[in-house]
């Protein structure tokens, strides 16, 4: 067995996901090689402990993709454009199976309330993984365990109508966090948020995926959030994302371009604004991104376009 392969059996699913995770974010943002990799800032933006970061970067470390710096940290060694990330560090079962829960909840071939003995069979697991998949459902808001061994998935953007619901909610919190007297601009943040809104508008020949497009996406409404320093905004628009990247696994179709871009654009308007401290006009026109975004007819309901 090469050193590659005994690390990658070493290696947890979860340190294993964020390798891939931290890869995603170098992509869409459009890192160039020599680019250090803050454990703090990764943790920080995928929601973990410093601890299952550096792992992952070592793990990464083992495939050439980064490197350790002279002093201390991790940098970028190659970017990953062309590297087929899933094939050079494979899924664990675990999120195999999550996967296969997420479209088959999002295509309807799964009921809202489910049990753990039905789901072992089906997916062909052990409890043990099928409770693993369904404790991360409950933790990002997707799921809620009954008594017993019962699960109940939540209410999902299924309908035009809940749409429309979710995008009033969210013109309501989102645009009271703009406002929110605790509001501040975190340089860092926003310059990743730039770069990654550059990136995609600078894909001429490429397509744009919607997974991509959905991740850059849901971090700039979050990073919004997050700066209005009140922890329930956040909360709240992570649970839409979490809802809507249900809908994701029901199609990842190719998103009109023209949209994309336009989408990007205000974006960077209303960083611009935010950064010259021009909160109103921020605001105004996230209420009015919004609202377009809701009118954007389509041919499911999952429109990941705002």
């Known amino acids: ?159 035009h109508e809940a749409i429309t619901e979710s995008y009033e909610f969210r013109i309501v919190v989102e645009c009271a966090a703009l406002l929110s007297p605790a509001f501040r601009v975190d340089p860092d943040r926003f310059r990743q948020l730039r770069r990654s809104h550059e990136e995609i508008l600078a894909r001429t020949t490429r397509s744009i995926g919607s997974e991509a497009w959905f991740r850059v996406n849901a971090a700039f409404h979050e990073t919004l959030s997050a700066c209005s320093g009140n922890r329930f905004f956040l909360q709240a628009i992570r649970q839409q994302n979490s809802l809507r990247r249900l809908q994701e696994y029901a199609a990842f179709q190719r998103l009109p371009r023209e949209r994309v871009e336009q989408s990007c654009r205000e974006h960077l308007a209303i960083l611009d604004a935010l950064e010259a401290g021009d909160a109103e006009w921020a605001e105004a026109m996230m209420r009015r991104h919004l609202r377009q975004a809701a009118a954007v007819p389509g041919p499911s309901p999952a429109r990941p376009v705002d």
């Open 1 to 159: 067995m090469s050193g590659t392969a005994k690390t990658l059996v070493r290696s947890s699913p979860l340190q294993r996901e964020l390798a891939r995770q931290i890869m995603e974010k170098i992509r869409d943002e459009g890192w160039s090689p020599g680019a250090r990799l803050s454990e703090q800032g990764l943790a920080q933006a995928l929601g973990v402990s410093r601890s299952p970061v550096r792992a992952a970067l070592e793990l990464l470390t083992e495939h050439g993709l980064v490197g350790p710096l002279p002093k201390r940290g991790f940098g970028l060694l190659r970017c990953p454009d062309g590297v087929d990330v899933v094939k050079l560090i494979p899924k664990s079962e675990s999120e195999e199976v999550y996967a296969a829960i997420m479209a088959d909840r999002a295509n309807g071939r799964l009921p809202q309330e489910v049990s753990e003995a039905e789901l072992i069979p089906r997916y062909g697991v052990s409890r043990g993984v099928v409770r693993k998949v369904l404790m991360r459902c409950a933790a990002e808001g997707l799921a809620q365990r009954l008594r017993g061994h019962g699960w109940r998935f939540v209410d999902t953007l299924e309908s």
